[in-house]
């Protein structure tokens, strides 16, 4: 099997688009939203988190408020990464808080239950397994990183699932 020359000649041009190379195609643009919209989803799980850290109150919350605070940096960790992927794919990651919620998957919520919180976490990261299951399905072989990037972020969110599902168990 031999390389394609025209692929590697067109990526000796256009250096400030760094990694970016032609080979992206048209499709770069659908990934860049693709790519917002999972960070508008991390982000409101960040202050859906971090509001529910804060907030949480009875016997179980010292535990649970602390869990929270750690779902949250790993959220943040998430968004972080999506948004370096989006410039390296040379789009502009949207940090927009006016059309978060908009863009968003999951909901941000504002109970004052301790087990309310607990199953509003765990339907939101069930709506983001879901997600990024539909986001690789999507990417297919079209770009290895991405799919990468997202494939790593779902054993995150399906962990995070799984723990809060044990909490409301108990």
């Known amino acids: 099997m ?3 020359p025209r692929g590697l000649a067109a990526a000796r041009k256009n250096l400030d688009d760094g990694a970016h190379t032609p080979a992206y195609g048209a499709w770069r643009d659908d990934m860049v939203q693709l790519l917002n919209d999972a960070l508008a989803t991390e982000l409101t799980c960040v202050l859906r988190y971090r509001r529910h ?20 940096n790993e ?5 972080d990464r999506l948004a370096e992927r989006i410039v390296q794919l040379g789009g ?3 940090f927009n808080p006016s059309g978060l919620a908009k863009r968003s998957h999951a909901e941000y919520d504002d109970s004052t239950d301790l087990k309310a919180m607990i199953k509003a976490n765990l339907v939101a ?12 399905d999507l990417i297919g072989s079209k770009d290895s990183t991405t799919r990468r990037l997202l494939e790593d972020i779902l ?11 044990d909490w409301l168990a108990t």
């Open 155 to 165: 054993a995150d969110e399906e962990e995070h699932a799984d723990e809060l599902s």
């Open 2 to 4: 031999k390389l394609d």
């Open 75 to 79: 959220e943040l960790a998430h968004a």
């Open 125 to 136: 990261e069930r709506v983001a397994v879901e997600s990024y299951r539909q986001m690789i």
């Open 92 to 94: 502009k990651p949207d």
């Open 53 to 72: 850290h804060f907030t949480a109150k009875g016997l179980a919350s010292p535990k649970i408020a602390e869990e929270f605070l750690v779902h949250a």
